[in-house]
């Protein structure tokens, strides 16, 4: 388990919501895997957690582990800190990624290596779980890496 991180320590702590919609999430992104939910009625893939199906209003989606791989679909390399701890840490890349695995769901997260690199809509990309055991709470971010 590495304790390097790609941002600078201070953002604030990602944690499921009070009535924990979303922890199945977040403890699988803790134990190394990448939870969606799918309907169990209709099959829908969805993402961001949602109580009830998207397509057939079904509650409780099931949370169902997909390979951690994808492809680009959208880009941004930021510039400007959105908070205080990010000054000087700009910029980095925001990935939009599309789980072909996953219904093509799409989740954001950020790209790792140099933030100045070419980027490919459509790039191969692999999810690479970024630990913070040092946190209090303790939490794990999905980060993004290309695939070379």
Known sequence: ????TYLPPGLPIPVP??????KPYWS?????????QRCGGCGTWQF????L???CHRFDPDWVEVAP???????ERVWHPVHPCLKGAGPYLVVLVELPEAGSVRMLG?????????VVIG??????????PQADPPYTLMQWRCVA
Request: proline residues 4%; contains cysteine.
């Open 53 to 55: 199906c998207h397509r």
């Open 123 to 132: 790039a191969e990309v692999e999810g690479v779980f970024e630990h913070h």
């Open 1 to 4: 388990m590495s304790t390097e």
């Open 110 to 118: 950020n790209l790792l290596g140099d933030p100045m690199q070419d």
């Open 48 to 51: 961001g957690p949602e109580w």
């Open 17 to 22: 919501e009070a009535d924990g919609l979303s």
């Open 28 to 36: 699988g992104l803790k134990e190394d895997r990448l939870r969606v």
């Open 69 to 75: 791989r994808g492809r680009i679909y959208s880009w």
